[in-house]
Structure formats: C-alpha cells, structure tokens
C-alpha cells in the first residue's frame, strides 16, 4: 500500500472548518483514500473514503486533487468532540480477500474553544 | 447499535500469566482482525482470520496466538505476558464481497491491557 504523509498537528477554532492535508503522491490507480479518526483511548472510527471524486457525508467532505497524489479532510464546522487523531490511509482493493490497512502517524487535531 | 464489542475493556495481568481477550461482531463479517497499539503510536496489525484461514503478519511474535472458533467471536490469547506487551488492543472486522473486493474496517473500542 501507498504511503502517506501528514502534518503531526493541527489546530482549529470551534465552529471553524477543519482542513486536514494528506500526501499521497505514490497512489496507485486502483487505490482508494481512507479516512478514520482516533478519539483518546477510543478505537479508530472510520469517517469517509473515495477513489478520484469529492465525497460527503454527514461527518466530514473528501477532496481529493486531480492526479490523486493528495486529499483533504474537510470537517465543516468544528467541534470540541473533534480532537482526536486523524490518520489518512490509502488501500489498494484486490480479489485476493486481504487487505492490510496501514496507519501511518496521522494528524492529531486539537479543537480550540 | 454496538457492532464490533470488545470485553473486558480494561484487562490487568501478571507478568507471564497467560491472558485472553476476546471480540464478537454482529456486522456478520467474515474477516476478523486483531491490532496493537501501544502509547502514542499507530494501531500495528498482528493477524487476521479471513473466514476460517488465519494470517499471521510476519512480525507479531510467537507469544501472541489467536482463535475464531465461529463467524462472530475471535480471541486474542497472550501465551506469557511481557511488560512491553501493555497496550490497547484492537479488534476489527471487514466484509470481502463476491467479487473479492474487501469492504471498509470498523474497529472496536479497544482493551486496554495493563501488565504488573
């Protein structure tokens, strides 16, 4: 699986969008982009993945840039139950049935009142 | 709905005592996973059970085994604690479609096991 690269810390003001980068630049084609986030001693929480379109949901937006080699979290208005870790990871999919799901260090993100 | 239950949520042990946790899933699943994690580091993959078949990553060490004794329960059994063995313990589980395409993670909450 590719590697990513993310900042080791962010911070954002409540109520503020939160824009959280991942580099990705050795993506390959058939590799999708996944988010999920860490609250403290909490387990990873899956929030939103995509191929090469911007995705959303109730939790977050995906941007993922033209040629795929970096994405954006976009969390639309912060809230303190925000803070967490959040990691970007890229997974290849295959017929082969295993998918090893790779954490890299993630951005820990801290919600300022 | 809890989907991926992980129990206890807090597990202490002796040093060397052998200690078991355990997962269950109601997403009917058919991959199960078990990860480490240990103070301010990323979860770090130790196996996973796709169906039946077990899958040990090449790294996890003798002294962690596992069982998934039918599709909705998976065990993690530590055989002799060490002190570097404390951490939080994952468990997650994902869905290979009929096309083989596996499906999303979801993960537990975690037990967090402290070595005395």
């Known amino acids: 699986d590719a590697k990513t690269t993310q900042p080791p810390s962010m911070d954002c003001a409540e109520g503020r969008a939160a824009n959280l980068p991942c580099n990705h630049s050795?993506?390959?084609?058939?590799?999708?982009v996944y988010w999920y986030r860490q609250i403290h001693s909490q387990g990873p929480q899956y929030i939103i993945h995509?191929?090469?379109n911007n995705e959303t949901n109730e939790m977050a937006s995906l941007i993922i840039t033209e040629d795929r080699k970096s994405s954006t979290l976009i969390l639309p208005h912060a809230t303190l139950r925000d803070t967490a870790v959040y990691y970007c990871?890229?997974?290849?999919?295959?017929?082969?049935?295993?998918?090893?799901?790779?954490f890299g260090t993630g951005t820990k993100l801290q919600v300022i009142p | 709905d809890a989907m991926v239950i992980q129990n206890p949520r807090y597990q202490v042990t002796q040093f060397g005592k052998p200690v078991t946790l355990s997962c269950s899933q109601t997403?009917?699943?058919?991959?199960m996973y078990w990860y480490q994690q240990k103070s301010s580091q990323a979860p770090k993959l130790l196996f996973h059970?796709?169906?039946?078949?077990?899958?040990n990553e090449a790294d996890t060490p003798d002294n962690f085994q596992s069982r998934r004794p039918n599709t909705s329960f998976c065990f993690l059994d530590i055989r002799s604690p060490g002190l570097g063995d404390a951490a939080m313990y994952l468990c997650?589980?994902?869905?290979?479609?009929?096309?083989?395409?596996?499906?999303?993670?979801?993960f537990g909450p975690g037990t967090r096991l402290l070595v005395l």
């Open positions: 997650a589980t994902s869905r290979v479609g009929l096309a083989g395409v596996q499906e999303t993670q979801y």
């Open positions: 050795t993506i390959s084609g058939n590799e999708y």
């Open positions: 995509g191929l090469k």
């Open positions: 990871i890229v997974r290849a999919l295959n017929s082969g049935g295993y998918q090893k799901v790779t």
């Open positions: 997403l009917n699943h058919n991959v």
């Open positions: 059970y796709y169906d039946k078949d077990f899958n």
